[in-house]
């Protein structure tokens, strides 16, 4: 940094929670986009909500602690805006884009859905015969799941969870006596969760309890349940008359995390972090608009919210329930779907995968490239081959019916050591991973849990082969190293890179890396990976400064990164003093990024985009000019680390060389691809806001630039061979 020019370090950073609702505004504009189709608006308006709803529980709910705590400030960060001033800004920034989803939903997405003959109906708007098929379908499917709790001397407030609908109501006897003292009381009904928000009318027949099976692209009108519900409220109140009705919607904060210190057993630890959760503090309740003031009052009081903890607006109250609508089957609304191509490497899938990973290194670039025929082909491979001894794999998050953990189970059935590192902290998925942890070692599997402090975020896989190696029997190992995780599910929707490698100078290091997150070793030494939090921040500082160096002798000077989140304040700061050098910095940063870019004197040779589309771009890829024009001879890594002090300094990481040079260029690639695409990118100004990026006039149709990202990649995976 330049301090003649720029010594105000307070504003050298842009805020971290600001600068994620401007992520969130980037997906919204996907909703509002024409050319997007209907169904995939109606999607990203659920993503939007989802990742509000997440918003919420994390962010928010550590502002408001640190709030009540009479935090000042994060640690180590002065420069930051208080909390309780970051809560105004970011529940303003709230309150004005959930404004403009309710008017685009009313105005622009609702009426088309309903052109496209997919209603979304309140039950007054239902005709006699729907009516009585709908209320003869509650009768059977949803009145004995209901519970209503009425709050009285002898019933207290009842428990309502997180992210649950609820009706609130005012209730009182239709026969009152004078002498009893009868009053109105309150009453809650939740909205069950085991049941569609929205039902379809259509498919219903009256007197079925079930319904139909829609025929495709058939018309297709639906209710939402609440509805249903609210018009069937005498059968749950026999003798009582219902004043007043307020749906509502309560978040609750996830920010409850227990001191890690003194920890005996941190399975144990982990459950009961999550049921301390489950009773955390509410955070925000959602209404619709003109609401009943009476039930808000009571309700706010009852779970400690203020009015600034109240959200209203027209439209659904849980917008991501809109998934269901946006899943029917109308594939003329709906995105082409894309079949992920089978990696060339392992095009027969007869071949001894081993042997195609002894041939060179195989880089694998997911939903591009089938994660089915590479990453879960290598594992399952492992663990039916008689010639392999060990497997060892680290899980942050999978799918509920994870193939991995099958595959483990299945291996350490037939006699293998195998070890798995289950991250039983990883945020939102703990439950399922504690499942997953008691599963595998019921079968034999050796769990561990990581170190004690650290989450445990690399992506990693383990095998170990007993094999003929010039002319006489012993051990080889081979890796998977990647930046996303063993999750089937999101290898479908999540753009990810993995290299698998026999490598031995890669695969010892991935050995000690085991022995580093399964054992009590510390102080590892590693040859090639790149491993948080003992060496990464630092190695990234020495890859700078090398780029400063070379900029300063007149060589090729350029950085090209690509990650989820930019926010390390070290990394930042040492990107402020290359620009100030000469280097020239291409960032792609697809979430918050708190460092400013094009401020001159400070970071004018800085350039941030984001790419906001199709699939959600997850792959951290982190190139280095060398002194060299030649993409050959650049330095390439590929992580599961962001640039983020939490990825850097609390995080077991690991960030992978890549020596081949066809992988290599493939990378390139898909750097060039990224820097080049003006259909699905914005441009990061100085003040943390961001420009949509339009097609340069006289762009070809099949270039980067009109394409986009996304299809561009896509076409060049067909074809196997780069377009640019």
């Known amino acids: ?38 169904l995939e608006r109606l999607k990203f308006v659920a993503i939007f909500a989802s990742n509000l709803d997440e918003f919420f529980m994390k962010r928010i709910g550590l502002l408001k602690s640190r709030v009540r705590q009479q935090i000042a400030h994060s640690p180590n960060r002065p420069d930051e805006l208080p909390p309780l001033q970051t809560l105004h800004a970011c529940y303003e920034m709230i309150r004005e884009m959930e404004d403009k989803l309710a008017a685009e939903l009313g105005a622009e997405i609702i009426p088309a859905l309903k052109a496209q003959g997919i209603e979304i109906v309140e039950y007054e708007e239902l005709g006699k015969k729907n009516r009585k098929a709908v209320d003869d379908w509650f009768n059977t499917a949803v009145f004995p799941i209901l519970t209503p709790l009425a709050v009285d001397p002898g019933h207290r407030f009842p428990f309502i969870s997180n992210l649950s609908t609820n009706l609130g109501l005012i209730v009182e006897p239709i026969e009152t006596n004078p002498h009893s003292g009868d009053e109105p009381r309150f009453a809650r009904i939740k909205i069950p969760a085991v049941l569609p928000a929205y039902i379809r009318v259509d498919a219903l027949r009256s007197g079925d309890d079930e319904p139909d099976e829609p025929t495709p692209n058939a ?145 694998v670039h997911h939903p591009y490239e089938s994660f089915s025929d590479s990453v879960e082909r290598f594992i399952a491979s492992a663990a039916k081959d008689p010639d392999v001894l060990a497997i060892k794999l680290t899980l942050y998050r999978t799918s509920q019916d994870s193939p991995f953990v099958d595959s483990l189970i299945r291996a350490a059935e037939e006699g293998k050591q195998v070890a798995c590192l289950v991250e039983l902290r990883a945020r939102f998925d703990e439950e399922k991973n504690v499942t997953f942890a008691r599963k595998l070692e019921a079968a034999g599997v050796h769990v561990a849990y990581g170190v004690l402090g650290l989450k445990t975020h690399s992506k990693c896989s383990l095998v170990v082969r007993r094999e003929k190696i010039q002319g006489s029997w012993g051990l080889r190992t081979y890796a998977h190293l990647g930046t996303g995780n063993y999750h089937p599910k999101t290898a479908q929707l999540y753009t990810d890179l993995g290299l698998l490698t026999a490598d031995e100078q890669i695969t010892s290091d991935v050995v000690r890396l085991f022995n580093m997150i399964t054992g009590l070793s510390t102080g590892q030494h590693y040859n090639q990976l790149v491993v948080a939090p003992d060496h990464m921040r630092n190695r990234f500082m020495d890859l700078i400064d090398n780029e400063i160096a070379n900029a300063k002798a007149g060589k090729p000077a350029h950085i090209y990164a690509k990650m989820n989140s930019m926010e390390d304040r070290m990394i930042t700061e040492k990107l402020y003093e290359a620009s100030n050098a000469g280097v020239q910095i291409d960032l792609v940063v697809r979430g918050f990024c708190c460092l400013k870019p094009g401020v001159p004197g400070l970071s004018e040779n800085i350039r941030v985009r984001s790419i906001i589309g199709r699939f959600l771009e997850h792959s951290r890829i982190y190139v280095f000019a060398n002194g060299s024009d030649d993409p050959q001879s650049h330095l390439y890594f590929i992580s599961s680390a962001d640039w983020m002090y939490r990825n850097l300094s609390n995080r077991v990481e690991a960030a992978c060389p890549i020596h081949d040079t066809d992988a290599k260029l493939r990378l390139w690639e898909i750097i060039e691809v990224a820097l080049r695409d003006h259909r699905k990118s914005w441009l990061m100004q100085p003040d943390g806001s961001y420009t949509r990026l339009e097609a340069p006039k006289g762009a070809d149709s099949d270039s980067p630039e009109r394409l986009g990202t996304f299809e561009t990649l896509m076409r060049s995976t067909r074809s196997s061979r780069s377009i640019i």
């Open 1 to 38: 940094m330049t301090p003649d020019t720029h010594d105000s370090s307070q504003n050298a950073f842009i805020n971290r929670d600001m600068s994620w609702l401007e992520f969130n505004r980037r997906v919204l504009a996907q909703a509002f986009d024409d050319d997007t189709p209907l």
């Open 219 to 363: 018309p297709a009108r639906f209710v939402p349940l609440s509805q249903i519900i609210i018009n069937n409220l005498d059968d749950l109140f026999p003798g009582m008359r219902v004043i007043e009705v307020l749906p509502f919607r309560l978040t609750r904060s996830a920010a409850v995390e227990l001191d890690d210190e003194d920890v005996e057993d941190l399975l144990e630890h982990v459950e009961e972090e999550l049921r301390m959760r489950r009773f955390a503090n509410a955070v925000r309740i959602q209404t619709p608009p003109n609401p009943s003031q009476r039930i808000l009052d009571f309700l706010t009081g009852e779970l400690g919210l203020s009015k600034d903890d109240h959200f209203s607006r027209p439209g659904p109250l849980a917008c991501i329930d809109l998934f269901e609508i946006a899943g029917i089957d109308r594939p003329d609304l709906q995105t082409t779907p894309w079949k992920p191509v089978r990696p060339a490497a392992l095009s027969d899938p007869e071949a001894d995968i081993f042997a195609k990973i002894r041939e060179r290194d195989i880089l």
